[in-house]
């Protein structure tokens, strides 16, 4: 096999491959007796029919499809063999000439590689890069702290009605009676229950279920009837209430302390104070580190200077979704991929420069810490190391989740090799200017 190599101008290789019957051929009678063994024409008992006649009917597609896979695995040797660094992957070329599968015996096949640029990111300590350090507001300490405690609290009777309190009413009419019917004013709008507020144990007043409720899944509900069963019944009623609860959370007390952190680590109200300081800056560092690596990202990026072939990449998502994407679909989002790909070149360029790696160990570190996530997403801030150990387990053995794992761990590393090469300024801002900060890099 022939392969001839033509760089094109626009950062893409041209790959001609020309393969004779020798390259194709053992390939070819391979595919044919296969053929042979299951075809089922007429007038021949299975594995009975000439060869004369599977040729005649196999031979000239066999060859068309053995011939570019002997052409196309020829190519993919040469590129290994040549060490070229690709973007995207090997297509076929819009330069192949028409081939005669009918009388010729040789054929060229021409394909086409999208070649990585060199990267070279000379960096010293002229260049900057803020890291931000998130202020906490008495007003964000407040809001962690009455979420972590309402996991805790509980509803009391009490004798007064308020735009938040749970009610127990009788819905009374002529036609039906409905006891112990829940009406919940935390999720009304503010003109709904503005004729609750202010109301205590046994006080009456006419409603409209209608009104009160927009949905009929609501009126269903509260009727304690099916959906389907709402027309006809008359909406109009006399609400009496019986039951006015609302939900406190818990005195900072011993029992809250035991129940909250069964570890003992949070004692009194000045050790958890302490506590919600300690998760609110968790969750600010978070945040700012997420917009940190943006700013390395960005810079990099800038200092790199990758000059990708556009023309080519949107030729090969094309091609690799079968038609799934309109050539108009992949232009829409194009920049944006192309932004990833070449973020990608860069971190393979330090991975492999600096010999970066990632342990198993790390993996599993950072599998935990995801796992941990998702617990204290729902409330969960105490979870068994072998309960962790097994989300994080499930977590590794996902492709994909996997996939995320290590490529989060990598760039991580890259962002800490490039850290010490640059100047690094330390700013304090508030919540808000962060938040804009935020949105501008997005």
């Not at 760039?411 to 690094?424: G, L, N, S």
């Amino acid at each position: 096999m022939n392969i001839v190599r033509e760089n094109l101008e626009d950062g893409t290789t041209l790959l001609k491959a020309t393969v004779a019957e020798a390259d194709y051929n053992e390939a070819v009678d391979k595919a044919l007796r296969t053929y042979k063994r299951k075809a089922n024409v007429p007038g021949f008992r299975p594995g009975m029919v000439p060869m004369s006649i599977i040729n005649k009917m196999y031979r000239k597609g066999v060859v068309a499809e053995e011939a570019y896979r002997a052409a196309s695995n020829g190519c993919f040797d040469y590129i290994e063999k040549e060490k070229l660094t690709l973007v995207g992957d090997m297509i076929p070329s819009e330069k192949q000439q028409p081939l005669d599968f009918e009388n010729s015996t040789e054929y060229e096949f021409a394909f086409e590689v999208g070649l990585a640029p060199e990267i070279n990111i000379p960096l010293s300590k002229k260049d900057k890069v803020k890291k931000y350090t998130i202020a906490i507001e008495d007003k964000m300490r407040e809001g962690y702290r009455s979420n972590f405690t309402r996991r805790f609290g509980k509803l009391v009777d009490v004798d007064t009605v308020e735009k938040e309190d749970a009610l127990n009413v009788t819905l009374d009419q002529p036609e039906m009676k409905i006891e112990e019917a829940y009406v919940g004013l935390i999720g009304m709008s503010d003109a709904a229950r503005k004729p609750f507020l202010g109301k205590k144990v046994g006080d009456t007043m006419e409603v409209n279920v209608n009104e009160l409720y927009p949905t009929p899944a609501q009126r269903a509900a509260i009727l304690q009837v099916k959906e389907d069963e709402l027309e006809g019944i008359n909406p109009k009623f006399t609400l009496t209430i019986t039951k006015i609860r609302r939900f406190t959370e818990p005195e900072l007390n011993d029992e809250f302390f035991k129940m909250a952190f069964p570890e003992g680590n949070v004692k009194n109200a000045d050790e958890f104070a302490q506590y919600i300081d300690s998760q609110i800056s968790r969750d600010l560092s978070r945040e700012s580190d997420f917009l940190f690596t943006l700013d390395i990202r960005r810079m990099l990026l800038d200092k790199a200077n990758l000059a990708l072939p556009d023309a080519f990449l949107k030729r090969w998502l094309f091609t690799i979704n079968e038609g799934k994407f309109s050539l108009e679909e992949i232009e829409k989002d194009f920049d944006k991929f192309l932004e990833m790909m070449k973020w990608n070149l860069i971190q393979k360029h330090y991975v492999n420069e600096l010999k970066l790696e990632v342990t198993p160990e790390e993996a599993t570190q950072e599998a935990k810490a995801l796992a941990m996530q998702q617990f204290a997403y729902y409330g969960m801030n105490q979870v068994a190391d072998d309960m962790l150990a097994n989300y994080a387990k499930s977590i590794l053995e996902n492709k994909e989740e996997s996939r995320k794992v290590y490529e989060k761990l990598f760039e991580r590393k890259v962002i800490d090799a490039v850290v010490p090469q640059i100047t690094v300024t330390d700013t304090t801002v508030t919540p808000e200017e962060f938040a804009k900060l935020a949105e501008k890099a997005q």
